[in-house]
């Protein structure tokens, strides 16, 4: 019940959050100088025409009037404007490249987790030997290392003289595949598991230069809070007390260290998207930044506001995740207030 | 002789030889411990006093595996349980198999993060492998008992953060019963409790370790307690025992002046007004005094106790039950004139 009750509020002032940058982004974009409706035209379309756009998408409307239309257009259709760039809705647009990025990230989020928490747990265990000083050499270069620079590294050595994996692009889909958007899940769905494996050949590079940062800071953190908690009362209490070295290490010291790994990991993950930016331009993967570069270039209003509300959604979401996760993981945090 | 035949019939509980331990820092070498030996023997109740900082923990750390090593470097020629070495990989076996240890703070000797019924299950099934989910529930509720815990079942269910200071400490005690060890350390168990719970801990401990028929070895600032619960008992001085004999005749007739010393320094309800203290601090273990490491602080030091540290001696008619590391010990010094 304290549960849900503490969920519906973190919930609710979510929905404010977004709401207030929605407005702010809203009115930023209207101080950027230049028509973006003319720019989007060309000089040679007669100023009529400019005007009767204009009045349609309601450019010729006071500020608060404009954004009472535009969060009306949401709430009652769905609506989220229609971008001047691509002329489709911009709902559409989003949900045609944005599945496409996710799993990108996912795979990518997926990748961080388990290497993090294995490397970091490594590191820890053997703390000080060879392997612990290897993994933290590695570390020092993730995290000091863009992953731009991976991505291209990456491509001279694996794509371009070693011939292993495409330097770039993504298989094509067949029509009637197009379900969800995404690459992978599309193919699999479809059971064509040839093309998944395609599309996963094609992914890994991507997947690998954008996750190699988050990895490395993963390692690091994980390392350090088992270090920090290795040498606390309660494992060598459980040590003498009989618990074996497996379920020591894997249990009564994976579970406090975890907090701080998971809360670090939340804010990565959400990060992967902007991350994921250059990667998909170096990579050439038509996805999400792809499409909010392009609206960003082309000042397109109701592109960018749409893509900024996307990125602060995916934010607060996995921010109310991780406080969720955290107080399931630690107690302390989750009974505060039941006492 | 008697204590060699004693070692060869396995009469010992606890036998730690010679055991040294130092820390290699920046400044050089902190000595802390030069050279230490004990011994518990079957069912005996033995007590470790000595002030903050003179090594205690330590000593039952490194008897418990549990001293970080490194930094701490461990040197010894031998520590036995039961007879048995607990140095290497087998060793760990047999501190798992036969020993049990009560923490200081049990705040923190309880993983803030797991339910107590998963901590008490983990153990029980590295202990008896191979017994049913209610077997092992049950044993969980026959140990909490033991610990007249009211309202097990709720404490099962319940994470450390929901129990008082009271209660964790019996919860970490009834892990310490559920193995079925011989020795049993208790690194002051109640000094991080107030103080009406630190008598009911106290006799808790004393009545489980008699029924139990286990040898103990407690430390405790609660000299009272360790007065009332021990038979014999190590007093110990910046790493060194300076004094071992019978609780009961070291208490009434203390031969060390240290040990006089730490007796006087305790309030007594009959007393006037506050306790006599002991002048000074213990000595740097960087750089540790030539001799006698009590010698600064001693009323009765002389040219001897400042070049040569004097070694445990028989004071008592048979021979090595009451032992005292002192040139001048007995010599009619009856308080410390500080």
Known sequence: ?339 | MEMEEKRMQNEFALDVRNLSVNYKIYEGILDVIPGLSLHVGKAERVGLIGETGCGKTTVLKAVARVLQSPPARIKTDGIYVTGTSIDGRAGMKQVRKNVSMIFQDPSTSLNPTLKIDTQMMDILKSQFPKHSKSEYRQMMLDSLAAVSMPAPERVLGSYPIQLSGGMRQRVCIAISLMKDTELMIADEPTTALDVTIEEQILELLDKLVREKKKSLILVSHALGAVRKITDRVYVMYAGNIVEAGPTREVFQNPKHPYTIGLLAATPRLTGEGIADGIAGDLPSYLDPPEGCRFALRCPQCSDQCLQTPPKLESVSADEGSWQVACYNAGKGVTTCQA
């Open chain 1, 1 to 339: 019940m304290k549960i849900l009750k503490k969920t519906l509020r973190r919930v609710l002032h979510t929905l404010l959050v977004l709401l207030a940058l929605s407005f702010l982004i809203f009115s930023f974009i209207r101080i950027i100088p230049g028509d973006p409706v003319r720019s989007s035209m060309g000089p040679m379309v007669p100023e009529e025409t400019i005007q009767k756009i204009r009045s349609e998408l309601n450019f010729d409307k006071p500020l608060p009037v404009q954004y009472f239309y535009w969060i009306k257009g949401i709430v009652t259709a769905g609506d989220f404007g229609m971008s001047l760039f691509t002329h489709r809705s911009v709902g559409e647009d989003i949900a045609r490249y944005l599945p496409r990025s996710l799993e990108l990230c996912l795979y990518s989020a997926l990748l961080i987790l388990m290497m993090g928490v294995l490397l970091g747990t490594i590191s820890a265990v053997f703390k000080n030997s060879w392997i612990d000083n290897v993994i933290r050499v590695f570390t020092y270069f993730g995290v000091v290392t863009p992953p731009y620079a991976f991505a291209i590294f990456f491509m001279l050595l694996f794509s371009y003289s070693l011939r292993l994996f495409p330097i770039g692009g993504v298989p094509v889909m067949p029509a009637e595949y197009v379900r969800t958007g995404a690459l992978g899940l599309d193919a699999l769905l479809a059971g064509d598991f040839a093309l998944y494996g395609k599309v996963m050949h094609s992914m890994f590079l991507p997947v690998l230069s954008l996750s190699i940062g988050g990895i490395a800071y993963q390692t690091r953190i994980h390392r350090s809070a088992m270090v920090e908690n290795i040498n606390a009362d309660y494992i060598a209490f459980a040590r003498v007390a009989g618990v074996g070295n497996g379920k020591l290490i894997f249990k009564h010291l994976m579970k406090p260290s975890f907090i701080p790994t998971f809360t670090v990991y939340g804010l990565q993950v959400a990060s992967l998207l902007g991350n994921a930016f250059i990667i998909e331009v170096l990579f050439r993967y038509q996805g999400f930044s792809q499409y909010s570069l392009s609206v960003i270039m082309n000042k397109d209003p109701y592109g960018i506001v749409g893509v900024t509300l996307i990125f602060g959604i995916i934010f607060a979401v996995v921010n109310v995740l991780i406080d969720m996760g955290v107080s399931v993981l630690d107690p302390r945090i989750g009974l505060r207030g039941e006492a």
